[in-house]
């Protein structure tokens, strides 16, 4: 026996423990609902990522920028020279590593907020990413978006009914039919290539599905392979957005982090020695990253 599954989740189909409720109730799933909303909210959140990491890139920039620069310590001969003893160098690098460690301090302060806000924006992506998988193929698939294709005239509030009654025809038609026939008509309907097409496109298929094998005219693969079924191309367009947006949010994420992990700035402040300038040192830090 084959297994059921719930209803499309909003996160990982295989761990309905990671899922949580939808975001916004879904009635139907179907390409306007992608397009209002699935693909929207989406952009949102991403949105949300973006505005984040740059208020706080735009911060720390600031913080680099105001970092007071410690300086020589020393005293200036009266040849010009600038001289230094001992003492003098060791109390110069202990004002540029406090100046530095504080700059440091404020960077990390910057991240664990935005650490707050940004994760759980970025669950929520993946589980629209994964969501997405599991519409493709349960939804959106190209047999499902195949028999689920109607002729335009039947568009309003009775054209369920309406799709059903045709196909019963078109069956009723098609059972007669020899396997030369229905192989036929199956191609002028993928000739014809129109929305109105696929209705009988789709009956020719189950027609042909239903047959014993020895009297099927063709596979019924080739049905699927060939049609064009507009709302599958739609669909994958859309679902494709939802899961390259979240590729986007994590990869400007993991660029951030590792612009102001703790490591990084622990180098920044343990090159102190090796850089003229406070200024020179964050700059020099920013190229290694």
């Not at 939808?22 to 306007?32: A, G, H, I």
């Not at 200036?76 to 202990?94: R, S, Y």
């Amino acid at each position: 026996m084959l297994e059921l599954y719930p209803r499309v989740p909003f996160g990982p189909a295989n761990n309905p423990g990671s899922c949580i409720p939808w975001p916004q109730l879904v009635s139907r799933f179907d390409v306007p609902w992608l397009k209002s909303t699935f693909v929207p909210d989406q952009r949102t959140r991403f949105t949300r990522v973006q505005e984040g990491i740059a208020a706080a890139q735009t911060h720390i920039d600031k913080l680099k920028a105001q970092a007071p620069d410690a300086g020589k310590v020393g005293r200036l001969a009266p040849n010009g020279n600038f001289l230094q003893d001992a003492n003098d160098h060791i109390l110069e690098m202990k004002i540029r590593t406090h100046a530095v460690q504080q700059l440091v301090s404020k960077i990390i302060e910057i991240r664990n907020g935005l650490g707050k806000l940004v994760p759980p924006i970025l669950r929520d992506m993946s589980r629209a990413s994964l969501t997405a998988d599991t519409l493709r193929l349960r939804v959106f698939d190209k047999l499902s978006c195949l028999s689920r294709a109607t002729l335009s005239s039947l568009a309003g509030p009775d054209s369920r009914a309406g799709f059903a009654a045709l196909k019963a025809n078109y069956a009723t038609m098609l059972v007669h039919l020899s396997a030369i026939e229905l192989t036929a008509m199956a191609q002028r309907c993928i000739d014809d290539g129109s929305a109105d097409a696929l209705p009988l496109l789709d009956s020719i298929r189950v027609e042909n599905f239903r047959r014993p094998k020895e009297d099927r005219g063709f596979l019924n693969a080739s049905i699927i392979q060939l049609a064009q079924v507009p709302e599958f191309d739609q669909a994958s367009a859309l679902l494709d957005e939802v899961q390259q947006i979240d590729k986007q949010a994590n990869l400007a994420w993991a660029a951030f982090l590792g612009q102001t992990d703790k490591a990084s700035m622990m180098k920044m402040a343990n090159a102190l020695a090796n850089k003229p300038s406070l200024d020179a040192l964050i700059d020099g830090n920013d190229e290694d990253e």
